[in-house]
């Protein structure tokens, strides 16, 4: 494997290093329910993508009733 010739200096790392910046996630409210939902993404809470129902999604006390039967 090939090794570098000569040493990078900070400047050098950091301009490389420019794309590797995080950027914080979009978060809009759901229009039913208004929970935070992605954009462009059904709502996990009420199963809703702009406005009409798109996903079955079962209450809390649905989902731990199901989880203590088994």
Sequence with gaps: MANPKKRKTKSAVGKNRAHLALTKKTL????KCGVAVQPHSACGFCGNYKGQPV???ASKVAKTAKAKKK
């Design 28 to 31: 809009n409210k759901c229009s």
């Design 55 to 57: 996903l079955k999604v």
